[in-house]
């Protein structure tokens, strides 16, 4: 974590005085039994459980009403994570695209870690319109192209929101796919291409 | 019918009534593609077979010590049962600990019965399609005890509300490689994970539709599971490591839940997807 988040979540603590003193006060520091409560399994560290900056600052009840600065500077560091393509291909190929989309492997303790990993982005967004069992914890992406184009805003945009989504969402619920290593850059592509190909289901 | 024959046609009948479901009425009417299936099954929850060994087990002398689980003290007193599941996780003063029900029977399985801790805990849930778990069976049965009771978690004492400020805090505290938090899918009202509906655990209404139905038999596992079960396959699907059956976190996590659903009725064992 960067020293200048040190020095934010300081002043979220202070911030953090709002919330109901009786609670602030029991809950006390957590390490030790976030030490003791967990063991390492599979692919699994422990060191899973250590937070960064930004997990730390998302954690709080409120997160919704982080000020407005604070947003700005997650969502500022969120945008320097992003590493764009070297070759300046953005869409890869729609149909690897809805496999990755299909598919929840990867990264729990019980997946084979040798397994490619998948977006599961039906577990909380609807994409293609035959798909009907798709979560709603996230927006509908059916049509994406409609809203977005597909000119290199866009493309540029959607990139960096699969990247990493807290560059334009202080705190979004969405996993850091490109930043944290979920998917590679060609997987990327190819949910790129998923939301932006015309040929793609989401867009017929 | 046996176990065996009425597994059978269950696997059938899931099939029939997944695909109908979806079929005809489109992803908005099919949130709980199993409503129909647990109205058909009305009393015939297959948990009963559980709850009935659970309680032959409850009442029979066993263990180095050659008891039974009569002098357990679940903390309405030794030997009561009903009622007792409804108002746990609580302060006891013999373990100076708040406990959840799973926790506080391993303790009497110990104590009362000379039953190995570390081998009770080694393996507390059944392998998928193996005989339940002693540990699994009494929670059953246990449960069964508390149906209808009002639930009533208490904060009567420091450490309960400890627990419970832990519990709020460990819900809402993202982590790992997802960035996952409890809070993640169960802070809004009606979310859905693929088709699945998502309880709002940071409510009365949430809360409640979740404590009151857990244990709960599992149709696609094929078995009942319980609350720290629960706990530990969300966990695992965060993409954290193993939450330690029984540890303070997940008594924490159960107390925080509890509290919230103070006032629902017990249900439990139900049936769940």
């Not at chain 2, 857990?214 to 720290?228: C, E, F, K």
Request: aromatic share 8%.
């Amino acid at each position: 974590m960067r020293r200048g988040s040190i020095v934010l979540l300081i002043v979220l603590g202070l911030a953090g005085c709002s919330t109901p003193r009786d609670q602030a006060a029991v809950a006390g520091d957590l390490t030790p039994i976030i030490r003791s409560s967990f063991r390492a399994r599979g692919q699994a560290g422990l060191d899973r459980l250590e937070q960064t900056g930004m997990q730390r600052l998302c954690s709080s009840p409120q997160a919704d009403a982080l000020p407005a600065d604070l947003k700005q500077r997650l969502q500022r560091e969120a945008l320097e994570s992003v590493r764009y393509p070297d070759d300046g291909r953005w869409l890869g190929d729609w149909q690897r695209g809805e496999q990755i989309a299909q598919s929840g492997v990867g990264l729990q303790y019980s997946d084979k870690p040798e397994a490619p990993h998948g977006g599961n982005c039906y577990a909380c967004h609807q994409l293609s319109g035959s798909e009907i069992a798709f979560g709603t914890i996230g927006p509908s992406l059916y049509r994406y192209r409609e809203r977005n184009e597909g000119g290199v805003d866009s493309m540029r945009r959607t990139w960096e929101r699969i990247w990493n989504a807290h560059a334009f969402n202080a705190c979004s619920l969405m996993p850091r796919f490109g930043d944290a290593g979920i998917l590679t850059p060609d997987q990327i592509r190819d949910l790129m291409a998923l939301l932006l190909d015309p040929q793609s289901p989401v867009n017929r | 019918m046996t176990p065996r024959s009425w597994l059978a046609r269950t696997g059938a009948f899931i099939v029939v009534t997944l695909a109908s479901t979806v079929g005809h009425r489109g992803a908005e009417a099919a949130d709980d593609p199993f409503s129909s299936y647990r109205q058909m099954l009305g009393e015939d929850n297959p948990a009963e077979l559980a709850v009935a060994r659970g309680e032959e087990v409850w009442k029979t002398p066993r263990g180095p010590s050659n008891a039974s689980l009569a002098g357990c003290d679940l903390g309405l007193g030794p030997g009561v049962v009903s009622g007792a599941y409804a108002s746990l996780p609580r302060y006891f003063a013999d373990t100076d600990s708040v406990m959840d029900f799973e926790t506080r029977l391993v303790h009497c399985m110990v104590t009362v019965q000379g039953f190995a801790r570390d081998e009770l805990t080694a393996k507390p849930f059944s392998e998928r399609g193996a005989r339940q778990t002693d540990l699994e069976v009494l929670t059953a049965y246990a449960a069964t005890q508390s149906r209808g009771t009002t639930i009533d978690v208490p904060q009567q004492v420091r450490q309960e509300r400890e627990s419970y400020a832990r519990g709020r805090a460990l819900f809402y505290r993202r982590a790992g490689p997802y960035d996952f938090a409890c809070a993640t899918c169960h802070s809004a009202d009606h979310r859905r994970i693929r088709l699945q509906e998502l309880p709002n655990l940071t409510g009365a209404e949430g809360a409640r539709s979740a404590f009151e139905h857990w244990p709960a038999y599992r149709i696609s596992q094929g078995a009942v599971r319980t609350m720290q079960w629960r706990l530990s396959d969300c966990v695992r699907q965060q993409r954290l490591p193993e939450l330690v059956f029984g540890s303070q976190a997940s008594i924490d996590l159960i107390t925080y839940l509890g509290v919230l659903a103070r006032g629902g009725a017990m249900d439990a064992p139900s049936l769940r997807r």
